[in-house]
């Protein structure tokens, strides 16, 4: 089974903190993507990587930027936390080359700005 | 604008009777589709998919239809069960989209025993 596995699943920051969400799979997928999840909007994307070092911007980037050093993990950075940011973080992870489209997720991270 | 809209933020429906979660798009190159289920506090876990060369697709209880003219896809569950109580997400995607996945708003499905 793919596991997809991120660094915490509750997470309590401050306005301005700089904050780091991790994201690992296990089953060497080459799209990795992380999205927000907010009452009445859904899943919305934030950025997505294809490869080791590649990134591309979501549907709402900013106040974000992501980083992919190795193929098994991608991390989500918030270089200065604002309230509107609190939310739940969903990473997901699929193999590449079109195909099916089911991607994988983690279990979220619930973050809270205060 | 949201291309992929769920117009129902909840759905109730009795044990053991059809629950029909419904889901529109607009854009003519989304050409698969998918349901996923969230509980809370977890992940989105797949249900099933639909491509656009076909018009249904089963798997179990589930079946999702898929109306190309209409824009339009809707999930059937029976019987229902209390423990498909969840929030149920749409999702859609294109060939030339590279697997992004592109999502609804969700409806919260719930089963009353």
């Known amino acids: 089974d793919v596991k997809v596995t991120q660094s915490s699943r509750y997470l309590v920051k401050r306005t301005g903190e700089k904050v780091f969400l991790e994201c690992v799979q296990d089953?060497?997928?080459?799209?990795m993507f992380w999205y927000r999840q907010d009452p009445g909007l859904g899943l919305r994307l934030i950025y997505f990587?294809?490869?080791?070092?590649?990134?591309e911007k979501g549907d709402i980037p900013e106040g974000y930027s992501v980083s992919r050093e190795k193929k098994e993990r991608f991390s989500l950075i918030l270089e200065s936390a604002s309230t509107n940011q609190t939310s739940m973080y969903l990473c997901?992870?699929?193999?590449?080359?079109?195909?099916?489209?089911?991607?994988?997720f983690g279990p979220g991270t619930r973050l809270t700005v205060l | 604008d949201q291309q992929v809209k769920q117009n129902s933020p909840s759905l109730s429906v009795q044990e053991g009777r059809i629950s029909i979660l419904n889901c529109d798009y607009t854009n003519s190159m989304f050409d698969y589709f998918l349901w996923y289920k969230k509980y809370p506090a977890e992940g989105p876990t797949f249900l099933i998919s639909i491509s656009s060369i076909k018009d249904k697709n089963e798997d179990g209880r589930f079946t999702v239809f898929l109306n190309k003219s209409a824009k339009h896809l809707s999930l059937h569950i029976v019987p229902s069960q209390p423990g498909d109580s969840a929030v149920y997400f749409c999702a859609a995607c294109s060939s030339e989209g590279a697997q992004k996945l592109v999502f609804g708003q969700g409806t919260r499905l719930t089963i009353n025993p």
């Open positions: 089953m060497d997928h080459e799209n």
């Open positions: 997901a992870s699929i193999q590449g080359g079109g195909g099916r489209n089911e991607q994988f």
């Open positions: 990587s294809y490869d080791v070092k590649m990134k």
